[in-house]
């Protein structure tokens, strides 16, 4: 800790070691969030999908499910396409 700052004191970083979320530009923490939340939600709607197909084959028991999901799968899409803007806009 810096007598001077109140802070602690920065260690030298060593040529292989990632560097830490908070030392980049909040322009670049923005892109990288908004596309870590388009994969997640583009993960969310594929895992929809899947399991509706394997209800629609008989591999998974269907109780109402493969509509709900499909549903599920284009309210995440529609909603990621309108909601995030293009990444790189922030």
Avoid at 46 to 73: C, I, K, S, Y
């Amino acid at each position: 800790m810096s007598s001077f700052t109140g802070h602690r004191a920065e260690r030298p970083r060593p040529s292989g070691e990632p560097c830490g979320w908070h030392s980049l530009p909040e322009a670049l923490q923005l892109v990288l969030a908004q596309e870590s939340m388009r994969r997640a939600a583009a993960t969310l709607a594929d895992q929809a999908e899947l399991l509706a197909e394997e209800m629609d084959v008989g591999t998974l028991v269907d109780h109402g499910g493969p509509d709900a999901l499909r549903l599920f799968a284009t309210i995440i899409r529609s909603t990621n396409a309108n909601g995030l803007g293009p990444v790189g806009r922030a």
